[in-house]
């Protein structure tokens, strides 16, 4: 059966914010957030070869041209991702689903996007990005304020889609989830193009674990973990990953990873969950907030205006 998408019919606002968030998906796609923007600076000056300094050199020409052309900077445009803090009392609480799917529909056919949504075990694209289940959704209601947060992603097929979680018994220990993260990071291959951005999650449960791996890569390069004993394991799993010497693209270097991000939250005394995603170095990540007239900050493309 094919896929069918009706353009949902959106009040006035909701429709401001739709046409929004369709230009800001395609600022995505082609300009890098000012985090991986200026960690990439640091990483091409501690690398000396000169095949990694050419590595840098065409990322710095890739993304020059991309944001010259407004063109998407990688062919895999991934699939859209929406990670969202929202007030119970902000007006567009109950269009915010049929307001992401139109902008990623609008967007796709504007920035335009690679069309990636293919239809399970049907196997046909549907040719609009869209699909049952695409663009993801993650929602989360904290309090009762009118303002909206937006954390907007494209989770490609190399970077992110492909992570990995499992549960360990407790037995194992928190040595375990290093255990773990360096076992997928030297054995199953990485599909991301470093230098990448890790992210853990330490959970109860296989999904919490790899929710939690997904919103690590939410957070800034250059961020620490606000719990101690996370933030110790941050610092000595980018030593670990960096040793391995994976370098800009895998050709080696000093450095294979722009940070290592883990976020945590309370697990079950029996179990230990772990989970990792791993991001390019082109991490195509943005943060749109919204108050409740939709006046909105962009706090990760300085100078950017939609």
Same mark, same amino acid.
């Given at each position: 059966m094919l896929y069918e998408y009706t353009e949902p019919i959106l009040s006035?606002?909701?429709?401001?914010?739709?046409?929004?968030m369709a230009d800001y998906i395609s600022v995505v796609s082609h300009r890098l957030p000012d985090d991986v923007a200026k960690k990439l600076k640091e990483l091409a000056k501690i690398e000396v070869d000169p095949l990694q300094q050419l590595v840098y050199d065409t990322m710095r020409e890739n993304q020059l041209l991309a944001e010259k052309m407004k063109r998407p900077s990688c062919?895999?445009?991934?699939?859209l991702q929406f990670f969202v803090r929202c007030g119970s009392h902000f007006p567009l609480l109950g269009e915010l689903n049929s307001i992401?799917?139109?902008?990623?529909?609008?967007?796709? /056919?504007?920035?335009?996007?690679?069309? @990636?949504? #293919?239809? !399970?075990?049907d196997e046909y694209n549907t040719g609009l990005n869209i699909g049952n289940g695409i663009p993801s959704v993650f929602l989360d209601v904290p309090d009762d304020s009118d303002k909206i947060e937006?954390?907007?992603?494209?989770?490609?097929?190399?970077?992110?889609?492909?992570?990995?979680?499992?549960?360990l018994m407790p037995g194992e220990g928190y040595e375990g989830v290093v255990r773990f993260v360096m076992d997928q990071m030297t054995s199953y291959g990485i599909n991301a193009c470093p230098p990448l951005l890790v992210g853990v999650g330490v959970a109860t449960s296989v999904e919490t674990a790899a929710m939690n791996s997904k919103l690590a890569l939410m957070r800034t390069v250059d961020s620490v973990s606000p719990n101690a004993n996370a933030a110790k394991m941050e610092h000595l799993l980018e030593d670990?990953?960096?040793?391995?010497?994976?370098?800009?693209?895998?050709?080696?270097? /000093?450095?294979?990873?722009?940070?290592? @991000?883990? #976020?945590? !939250?309370?697990?079950?005394?029996?179990?230990?969950?772990v989970g990792i995603s791993t991001g390019c170095w082109s991490h195509r990540r943005g943060k749109i907030d919204f108050d409740a007239e939709l006046?909105?900050?962009?706090?990760?493309n300085e100078g950017v205006e939609l």
């Open positions: 006035e606002q909701g429709s401001k914010m739709r046409d929004i062919q895999d445009t991934g699939a992401f799917k139109d902008a990623v529909y609008r967007a796709t /056919k504007e920035a335009p996007l690679r069309h @990636n949504a #293919v239809q !399970t075990f937006i954390y907007v992603y494209m989770a490609g097929g190399g970077c992110t889609l492909p992570g990995a979680a499992m549960v670990g990953i960096n040793n391995i010497g994976l370098g800009p693209q895998g050709f080696g270097g /000093k450095k294979s990873v722009m940070g290592v @991000n883990v #976020v945590n !939250t309370a697990r079950h005394p029996s179990t230990i969950g006046n909105y900050e962009l706090p990760l």
